[in-house]
């Protein structure tokens, strides 16, 4: 892919930063500690560590969905679509979580299984975080304080050099690591490898958006940023199709459409689905909210487009 502006990476920050902070506390919810669950599929990506990371890897359960933090082990599990009705086409799948947590069910397992009753490859990517407090409680307090800081964003983040800065190379280096090995064992998966996509969720859609924009390794198909940030950015000649959908009542919406009107001027097909509710991490849906169909719109997207009928 060709060279992209490195003032992009700046603008993706301030977008995580505001999805970390207000995915966390925006909604109710009592966090329970959980054993591991089991991921017998999970095949490690063997990416490295994270520096700095002293505690290991924990789960806790949110709104019925199981989380994982302190992640310093990336994976990719995949789940295969029925050779019966697969179509060849594959996409990654990123949950979101700030960077500091996983929703590995509700924007992970279940998108994927989704995904792969509609004859697609799903390949869920648990990739690393940054490192957070040894206890749930103190990382309860913690994104109470990032939450509080979240609070004097603006649209300029090189005005306020207090909010964190976070270095995205090892979620990039994951996400390019999961990108090789379904190259590598295409065949083996029943993967087309001129229909490999990137779908993702929140923060997942961030590290979407920055492989898109950032990698020169990874060569995607299609895109999905559901529920990601919304900022303009530079487009490459070469981007991919994009398929972007929102909820209006979502903290992260604020009538902006910068990304979309970048990828239309860059002469790249994108479509945009703006819900009137459905709040922030629906993932596939909640009860009575608008924004419950958008994963039917994005098969249909994928359809219309020609990603799931081989060439």
């Known amino acids: ?27 109710d ?21 994270v520096e700095g990371q002293t505690e290991p890897e924990t789960w806790f359960r949110q709104w019925g ?24 086409a594959s996409v990654i799948v990123t949950p979101g979580g700030g960077f500091m947590w996983l929703s590995m069910g509700n924007e992970g397992w279940e998108v994927a299984e989704a995904l792969a009753a509609q004859g697609i490859n799903a390949f869920v ?31 300029e983040p090189q005005q306020t050099p207090e909010r964190p800065r976070w270095d995205l190379s090892n979620q ?18 029943g993967v087309d490898t001129s229909r490999i996509g990137m779908i993702g969720f929140s923060a997942g859609a961030g590290l979407t958006m920055t492989t898109t924009l950032q990698s020169d390794k990874v060569d995607l198909a299609f895109i999905g940023p559901i529920y990601g940030g919304m900022g303009a950015v530079d487009v490459p000649k070469d981007a991919p199709p994009m398929f972007s959908a929102i909820a209006t009542d979502d903290f992260l919406f604020s009538g902006d459409f910068g990304v979309i009107q970048s990828w ?20 596939l849906g909640n009860p009575n909210r608008t924004s419950n169909q958008w994963f039917g719109s994005f098969i249909h997207w994928l359809d219309v487009n020609g990603f799931l009928k081989a060439e």
């Open 172 to 189: 990039l280096e994951d996400a390019e690591a999961a990108y090789a090995m379904i190259l590598e064992r295409a065949d083996e998966w």
């Open 1 to 27: 892919m060709s060279h992209k502006h490195s003032h992009v990476i700046v603008k993706l920050i301030a977008v995580v930063t505001l999805i970390f902070n207000a995915a966390a506390l925006a909604q």
């Open 125 to 155: 990517l648990k990739y690393r975080l940054q490192p957070t407090a040894p206890t749930l409680e103190e990382f309860e307090k913690q994104m109470n304080r990032r939450f509080e800081e979240a609070g004097d964003s603006t649209d």
């Open 65 to 88: 969905d199981p989380m994982a933090r302190n992640i310093s082990k990336a994976t990719l599990t995949p789940f295969l679509a029925d050779p019966a009705k697969a179509n060849g």
């Open 264 to 283: 239309h001027q860059a002469g790249i097909p994108v479509e945009l689905h703006l819900y009137q509710n459905g709040g922030h991490g629906f993932g």
């Open 29 to 49: 919810g009592k966090m329970t500690p959980i054993e591991a669950p089991p991921e017998p599929n999970a095949i490690p990506l063997n990416t490295g560590p």
